[in-house]
């Protein structure tokens, strides 16, 4: 990864065993990531599977060897492993992507897993959809055009339909495996995909953006897996780019952001980035999605230069959209009220990144 998110890069690198070999590669590792290599499988590491006597534990999948599949502690949360009791598998695939589970579980509903992380359950998936949707949404008037990045299972298309004001919502996820799974076990999601001003667009999000005219849109939603395998490019600094540039002025990114008790470093990194594109407010947001590791999944939102973006006041509150807290089924986690409190940060984050004191552009945090 280019200057911004190098360190998340160097995880991967580590776990491929190819920046593993020297001083210098080491000297460019966190030690977060040097505690994972501890945990790398060597060649003949035995095959486990994700759910072992009955109990799924979130894990990292190596599809290195072509003969077998490996799964290790996960270097973007090495040392720690939540488990879920699985009442029954529903599907396991592998599409060209990744492999793709749905089970259900006993406590949390069904379950989505990409490559051994969770993606979402029914218990807890308002948190993240309804937050990165609506935190964008409504933080600027009467927003049009909307794309999203990632979120094939649909939820994050079934928040911002929620949005009158918008016409055209552009979503280009890469694995259509992702959409027909959620299609055939999450309906309550993929009816995202049911709306007339949904346009899909099955491939690289790289390169879709390359080919989006310039400024077109008002708001984009990264809603991206973890920065390993597919999702890598995503939180590097030529993406931000692309994305600067398919933004309007005045126009407003929300990007999934990891966590703050696990990744400051990543934070601190694409806060950076996003300051030197965007030029206009950067702010960090965060949610408590009791499924995703520790428990909480940060959001990073940014607004291009231009009409200036006040993230922490919604200007376009969704309790003055016309029917939006019942369309198609009840909010369940998101108001105007958390959206605020969403931006209060613990003392510890505010310490290990000094950009969110930073008020040189937009708001100080
Ligand atoms: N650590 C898991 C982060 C997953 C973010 N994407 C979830 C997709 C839900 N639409």
Same mark, same amino acid.
């Given at each position: ?6 360190? +998340? ?9 190819? #920046? ?16 994972? /290599?501890?945990?790398?499988?060597? #060649? @003949? ?50 599409? @060209?992507?990744? *492999? ?21 359950? *029914? ?17 600027? &008037?009467? &927003? ?6 990632? +979120? ?23 694995? /259509?495996?992702?959409? @027909? ?37 008002? #708001?984009?939603?990264? @809603? ?13 600094? &030529? ?17 999934? #952001? ?46 291009? *230069? ?25 909010? /369940? ?33």
């Amino acid at each position: 990864m280019e200057g911004g998110a190098g360190r +998340g890069l160097e995880c991967q690198k580590t776990m491929d065993g190819k #920046a593993n070999n020297g001083d210098a590669a080491d000297r460019a590792i966190p030690s977060c990531c040097l505690k994972a /290599r501890a945990c790398v499988p060597d #060649a @003949d590491a035995k095959c486990h599977s994700t759910v072992v006597s009955g109990w799924f534990s979130e894990s990292h999948s190596c599809s290195g060897n072509a003969s077998k599949t490996v799964y290790f502690n996960n270097p973007m949360w090495p040392g720690e492993a939540h488990s879920l009791k699985v009442n029954k598998v529903l599907y396991k695939g592998k599409s @060209d992507y990744q *492999e793709v589970l749905v089970f259900e579980s006993e406590a949390y509903g069904k379950v989505l897993v990409l490559d051994g992380i969770v993606q979402l359950t *029914e218990k807890d998936e308002c948190a993240y959809q309804e937050m990165i949707a609506h935190i964008p949404l409504c933080s600027i &008037p009467s &927003p049009k055009s909307v794309l999203v990045v990632g +979120g094939g299972d649909g939820g994050v298309l079934r928040e911002i339909s929620r949005h009158s004001s918008v016409e055209v919502i552009d979503i280009c996820e890469i694995d /259509r495996m992702v959409i @027909d799974v959620s299609k055939k076990f999450f309906p309550d999601l993929a009816v995202g995909f049911e709306d007339p001003r949904v346009k899909l667009h099955v491939g690289d999000a790289v390169e879709f953006l390359r080919l989006a005219p310039e400024g077109k849109y008002d #708001a984009i939603i990264v @809603d991206s897996s973890d920065p390993v395998g597919p999702a890598q490019e995503l939180v590097e600094k &030529p993406f931000f780019e692309t994305l600067a540039r398919a933004l309007r002025p005045g126009g407003v990114l929300c990007n999934m #952001a990891e966590s703050m008790w696990l990744h400051t470093h990543l934070i601190q990194d694409m806060i950076s980035v996003c300051r030197e594109i965007f030029k206009g407010s950067v702010h960090y947001a965060w949610a408590s999605v009791p499924t995703y590791p520790s428990g909480v999944i940060g959001f990073l939102v940014c607004s291009k *230069e231009g009409p200036p973006v006040d993230f922490l006041n919604p200007v376009n509150p969704i309790e003055k959209l016309e029917g939006a807290e019942q369309y198609k089924r009840e909010l /369940r986690f998101y108001n105007s009220e958390i959206h605020s409190a969403a931006f209060a940060l613990p003392t510890f984050l505010r310490r290990e990144v000094p950009s969110l004191r930073d008020s040189s552009t937009g708001h100080a945090q």
